[in-house]
């Protein structure tokens, strides 16, 4: 859930950059389109020039005016002045792939952590992919195990950026695999929904519901309907048993409302019954 | 469900045929231990002498003295007598992977087929791993795109080789990304139960119930509790959108009633309470 003005743009990696570029261009519209102030962050990456540099070259080809990166080295830089100003400034801030506790160590707690906060509840589009779509919960994935069975010790999970709360997000989510580490995430924490996000696929959060672009699908994970787990007994990298798990997938266009825990039927039905006739 | 005597030994592929050998050995030992007769069937691979020769090896060194493979390269191998004769003497079949529509092509209506059916109502043992897994059941998948979301037409289903009812199998599961294949899959059929199998881990079914052993997880997808999908209103290839599946995880040691469609609940906390203490 979000009580933010903004919207969240979670995207699963992978996004298409050299044809439509459907997400991408959704976020930019949603950021107030030609007019949109664009910040790209790439403090997730290693790589942060070729990083910024692509994503410069594509927002410009969207059409997007006002665009700048900024990356993030150490904490100091995060509470650079001419970055404060440029996220005061801006209608929406992406940010890059790469190590998810990347962002969180070099931006939790600065200047320019608040800062897009209050922006974003005053109405700033935030948007991220890959690692940029982990940190936005408030308990993150850090790393874990692909194709693999559930198991305990398999993933590893640390604080988020806390922009969106009850849920924790797994990204790359059929291609690489991960349903396994994400069933052992919400094992450990069934009050939170997981969201497997396929690559070039995103949910856009508005307050308590989110929609599904994109190319693949989501599927979400509900734990709160367990009817059994062994988690309590388990000694370390222990096989789990899991017992009733509740699991939808949404492709595009289909509804989700975060705080009743359910797709959003009637709407979907109604979208199904227009695309027949 | 299966009405048979004999038990199934049902395997998600590339089981341990190095080390304990935990699989093999359980098969070995339902069909009778130092006295089982075994015959292992290669029709589904087309490297039958390398395949026959590395079970044939196995089972040796697990102690089966009257162990002999049998291939089909053709619908005439398929009636051969003295085939007819081992299996009618067989404590327990072993069919290897490979590719399983050659196992319904060319078993399917002969002698042998009789003969499998026959012998395994009396009671003897019928194992398959992989493509030898997938044939079991009235329904299987051919073949399918992996690490995807759930969507129409990635999966090709056909008829199987009738030895349980009730549930469309695959294997692989964790180690390959199937489960968007199986949903997709079970998504057509909600009626039939999908058991997604791992590598070196099966199940032995026992009328309507089986337990898990190996070193992963069984993953049960229950479609019958779907709340909505898109299924009808799909064109080919399109994204399944699938509300309210249910999910069970069950590693070794667990049960499932396939009747009821649920984990066996009591026995499993029974064994957890005695593993406590």
Do not use: W
């Not at 800062?115 to 308990?139: C, D, F, P, Q, V």
């Amino acid at each position: 859930m979000s009580n933010s003005r903004g919207k969240l743009v979670v995207i699963g990696g992978a996004e298409d950059k050299q044809g439509e570029c459907l997400i991408l261009r959704e976020f930019v519209r949603l950021a107030g389109g030609s007019n949109a102030r664009i910040v790209v962050i790439t403090v997730a990456t290693e790589l942060p020039l070729e990083v910024g540099a692509q994503y410069l070259e594509v927002f410009d080809r969207i059409g997007v005016e006002d665009v700048r990166t900024f990356d993030v080295s150490n904490r100091e830089n995060a509470n650079a002045a001419s970055a404060a100003k440029a996220i005061e400034q801006a209608t929406g801030v992406f940010f890059t792939g790469g190590d998810q506790v990347r962002i969180t160590n070099l931006l939790g707690g600065t200047k320019i952590d608040m800062i897009l906060h209050k922006r974003h509840e005053e109405g700033m589009i935030l948007a991220g992919t890959s690692a940029g779509a982990s940190m936005m919960s408030n308990t993150m994935i850090i790393e874990g195990v692909p194709e693999t069975n559930p198991r305990l010790g398999i993933v590893e999970m640390g604080p988020g950026m806390e922009f969106i709360s009850g849920v924790v997000i797994d990204q790359h989510f059929a291609q690489r695999g991960r349903i396994g580490r994400l069933l052992s995430a919400v094992a450990q924490y069934p009050h939170h929904l997981g969201l497997g996000i396929d690559e070039n696929t995103a949910v856009v959060v508005d307050g308590n519901e989110f929609e599904v672009i994109g190319s693949g699908a989501v599927t979400i994970i509900d734990a709160g309907s367990l009817i059994y787990s062994n988690f309590a007994e388990l000694h370390k990298n222990g096989d789990l048993a899991l017992f009733g798990v509740k699991l939808h997938v949404l492709p595009s266009d289909y509804r989700f409302d975060l705080q009743n825990r359910a797709p959003v039927l009637q709407q979907n039905l109604n979208k199904a019954e227009k695309t027949r006739s």
